[in-house]
């Protein structure tokens, strides 16, 4: 059940109403969650064997919690997640979510490229029912493994009434992450993902989810995204600037066919005398230019730079969401001024 006595405050298990238990469709697409390893004490160079039933047959006590029913969509480290791949997952989701009797999806994912999923999910799905991308930042053979009860607090999650309508929300060590703001910043540790400048939206604690608040980015039913409409997803790299580095990077990603650059910038989405000549020839080739950091917290700021090369600044997204956004923007438009208000708005 959720804490708060006002709003959504039924028990989680008769979500479904007529106190059925709520109807969860759990979709594996591999990672840590779905890894093992010869030995209990590895950590590291695991591999991605265990189907999504088997991760699920691991915890039942989810079967208290909601009717669950498991589809393998994938089973791949998350680093092996295409373009097309990520369309792909966003459309299935969307045919499930479309589904009367599904009363909200669960995703198991890799962590590493976790938050660039659900941000896109976020951004493409048209739906108000519960979405929660889950991960494990262990093996399933690992001592104290983190993916069961992430998987069953992610199930207990989607299974609440109120988780729905927040968007696309990811579920990692008790913590309730928004897509939009939550980012992984740990190489190891199950503790592993932080939305550090805005906080999490709430976490499970005693079995109970805690919301404490709301995202307020636009997001699912409020975008203007819709994958009925997108046959591919353009070609948008990013470039990670530092102390030394030359333009042909930029000159290689256009050549190479890239519609947008993402720099990771130095400091508040500054432009280095290479990184400034690489926003010419963008601006030159019809390529648009978004000014990230690297830095990893905090606003890239509006520049004067933005009016002289056409460049927009990220404001709060880092680099690979920054990416995520660029791309969809360019399904809809070119128009550099719109392009900024959109990286204003989601
Ligand atoms: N290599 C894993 C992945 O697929 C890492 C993880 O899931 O934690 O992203």
Same mark, same amino acid.
């Given at each position: 059940m959720v804490d708060d006595p006002g709003q959504g405050s039924m028990p989680a298990v008769s979500r479904g109403g007529a106190g059925r238990l709520a109807r969860i469709v759990l979709l594996g697409t591999g990672g840590t969650i779905a890894s093992s390893a010869a030995d209990a004490a590895q950590l590291h160079d695991y591999q991605v064997t265990v189907g999504v039933d088997a991760i699920l047959a &691991?915890?039942?006590?989810v079967r208290q919690l909601a009717d669950v029913r498991c589809e393998q969509l994938m089973n791949v480290e998350s680093h092996e997640i295409d373009n097309a791949m990520l369309l792909g997952m966003a459309r299935r989701i969307q045919a499930l979510l479309d589904e009367d009797d599904v009363d909200g999806v669960v995703i198991t994912h890799g962590t590493d490229t976790l938050e660039e999923s659900a941000y896109f999910l976020n951004l493409v799905l048209d739906t108000a029912k519960p979405v929660v991308v889950v991960g494990a930042m262990r093996p399933a053979t690992a001592l104290s493994a983190d993916g069961p009860l992430n998987l069953l607090n992610a199930v207990r999650l989607a299974a609440c009434a109120e988780a729905g309508g927040k968007g696309v929300l990811v579920m990692l060590n008790d913590r309730i992450g928004a897509a939009r703001h939550v980012t992984k910043m740990h190489t190891t540790a199950t503790d592993a993902f932080y939305s550090a400048e805005q906080g999490s939206l709430g976490e499970i604690a005693g079995g109970v989810v805690h919301f404490f608040s709301a995202p307020t980015r636009r997001h699912t039913t409020h975008c203007e995204f819709s994958l009925a409409d997108i046959d591919a997803l353009p070609q948008v790299d990013i470039i990670f600037d530092h102390l @030394? &580095? @030359?333009?042909h990077l930029y000159r290689a990603a256009i050549e190479a066919g890239a519609c947008g650059i993402v720099l990771a910038a130095t400091g508040n989405g500054s432009l280095s005398p290479s990184a400034r000549q690489g926003a010419a020839l963008a601006r030159e080739r019809g390529v648009v230019f978004v000014r990230s950091s690297r830095v990893g917290q905090g606003v890239v700021t509006d520049s004067a730079d933005d009016a002289v090369l056409d460049t927009v600044a990220a404001n709060s997204l880092n680099p690979q969401k920054a990416r995520i956004l660029l791309m969809l923007v360019l399904c809809v438009t070119r128009d550099v001024a719109a392009i900024r208000d959109c990286f204003r708005l989601y």
């Open positions: &691991a915890v039942p006590q @030394g &580095a @030359g333009a």
